[in-house]
Antibody, heavy 123, light 109 residues
Framework: QVQLQQWGAGLLKPSETLSLTCAVY????????WSWIRQPPGKGLEWIGE???????NYNPSLKSRVTISVDTSKNQFSLKLSSVTAADTAVYYC?????????????????WGKGTTVTVSS | SSELTQDPAVSVALGQTVRITCQGD??????ASWYQQKPGQAPVLVIY???NRPSGIPDRFSGSSSGNTASLTITGAQAEDEADYYC????????????FGGGTKLTVL
């Protein structure tokens, strides 16, 4: 059974860079996209971006200028960096495995999630 | 980019049937996926594709779609179904992005 374990700094000052890593255990790493999602306190889910094992990425246009997602296939890990953080970046950050179909039916889903990391930006 | 619209809150009597909807242009191209989130927990996938349930999801959860609207139906709602529900799909506007609905708070009375 696939499990995602995530970690990273939980308290940042404005203008610093957020850095989180997600490790994949118990399943295949290649053949999937791997995604980051965040949820500000009391609000809904926001997609940040995704990466596959080859390093191909897609980003949320609203965050693209500040986001870098990278992959380390030797460790079955992928990472998120978000630069120049502000209080608006305070959120629970989740990593997730992406499944999709672009064949007879088109769909996209996230079927395995990490437990989440709370990141607070405060001076 | 596309947007997905959900009603902020819905309520259902215990044991009754409730439908949670999600509207958006991307749903004309993509089936929605649905997630259940309880307080302090990560989201859990409950429906994906035309009407697929991951292992462990009760069969009282089902999905359907028509035009630009996707629906999650809970037939015989249980107290443990009280949660926030989010829909999600790939953006179909040509941007390789992903969108979530704003979420629906389901209350089981």
């Amino acid at each position: 059974q696939v499990q995602l374990q995530q970690w990273g700094a939980g308290l940042l000052k404005p203008s610093e860079t957020l850095s989180l890593t997600c490790a994949v255990y118990g399943g295949s790493f290649s053949g999937y996209y791997w995604s980051w999602i965040r949820q500000p306190p009391g609000k809904g889910l926001e997609w940040i971006g995704e990466i596959n094992h080859s390093g191909s990425t897609n980003y949320n246009p609203s965050l693209k200028s500040r986001v870098t997602i990278s992959v380390d296939t030797s460790k079955n890990q992928f990472s998120l960096k978000l630069s120049s953080v502000t209080a608006a970046d305070t959120a629970v950050y989740y990593c997730a495995r992406v499944g999709y179909s672009y064949g007879l039916e088109y769909y996209y889903y996230m079927d395995v999630w990490g437990k989440g990391t709370t990141v607070t930006v405060s001076s | 980019s596309s947007e997905l619209t959900q009603d902020p809150a819905v309520s259902v009597a215990l044991g009754q049937t409730v439908r949670i909807t999600c509207q958006g242009d991307s749903l004309r191209s993509y089936y929605a996926s649905w997630y259940q989130q309880k307080p302090g927990q990560a989201p859990v996938l409950v429906i994906y594709g035309k009407n697929n349930r991951p292992s462990g999801i009760p069969d009282r959860f089902s999905g359907s779609s028509s035009g630009n609207t996707a629906s999650l139906t809970i037939t015989g709602a249980q107290a443990e179904d009280e949660a926030d529900y989010y829909c999600n799909s790939r953006d179909s506007s040509g941007n390789p992005s992903v969108v979530f609905g704003g979420g629906t708070k389901l209350t089981v009375l």
